[in-house]
């Protein structure tokens, strides 16, 4: 009889061959409904592609807050246009807000509102 | 290692082909990755319809990230195998715990026509043993002697270092040795 002489790696790369000689079958739907999922997303890339930049603009508003937010947002942009280019004076009208005739009345060189004689 | 480096830039010219629209990209990818993905995972889970669906799942995953695939990343089937990997991992605990992890045998047996019977035997065994041996182990060797991916691939998959992986295939070889030494004789037939 003639003694096994194998080193224990030798024997296992045999195991390793066994398990790498025999593939599992596979199923032929697999491959179909692999491929499948690659078209839904392959559709659904084309659709992002092809949205108008007014659907990315309304997606941006949606983003953004909705309605409310958008109108907040619109109306400080309006606003900032309109200081930019009009530089509009309204000294006036925010000190009559405030009670103060002249913003000229502020001594802005000595104490802050005179509140420092306080203390 | 050029024949490596001119599939990586072939896989990752296809993703970018498929992100582009083309289908037959996504055809090219299957034929070539699907085989080994769903082997790894149904020698993973050891049930066909596990394992199709976890094939399934990680290639839509890979269409899912291909218009954002970049040049720098791992190859297209070292992310394949990190993917199935993990979704194994969760998929095993899960039949695991409902107890219902057992072998099927739909193994094609045209590829080994003359040894059938035994080579069976011992992949059998050889699986029976794995399943003894830890799940980083059972993972690295399989991955190395099975899948037949290079170290450095392997660490990229288990997120280790490459020393890391080398330690854990090692030591699961000699585990695998021990068990598969027992088992020889509880057997009764030489499969050396």
Known sequence: MVKNKRTPTEELSNFFEAAKSSSPIINPDLEARILRDADIVHNDLNSLQNRSWFNNFLDFLKNLG????T?????????????????????????SLIYINSFEDINFTGSFLEMNELY | MFNSLRKKNADHALMAAFADGDRRAAQQ??????????AHAYYRLG??????????????KLWKVAPNWKQDKAEVSTWLYRVVSNLCKDRYRRTTLEGTASMQEPIDESTSPTSGLEEQYRQKALYTAMSVLPESQRLAVQLRHIDELTNPQIAEIMDLSIEAVESLTARGKRKLSKILQTQKSELGYNYG
């Open chain 2, 29 to 38: 990818l299957t034929e070539q990755l699907m085989p080994k993905i769903y």
């Open chain 1, 71 to 95: 109108v907040c947002f619109a109306t400080s942009l309006m606003m900032g246009v309109y200081i930019g280019f009009y530089s509009p004076d309204w000294s006036e009208p925010v000190a």
């Open chain 2, 47 to 60: 049930n066909t319809s596990d394992a199709e669906d976890v094939t399934q799942e990680a290639f839509l």
């Open chain 1, 66 to 69: 909705g309605v409310p937010s």
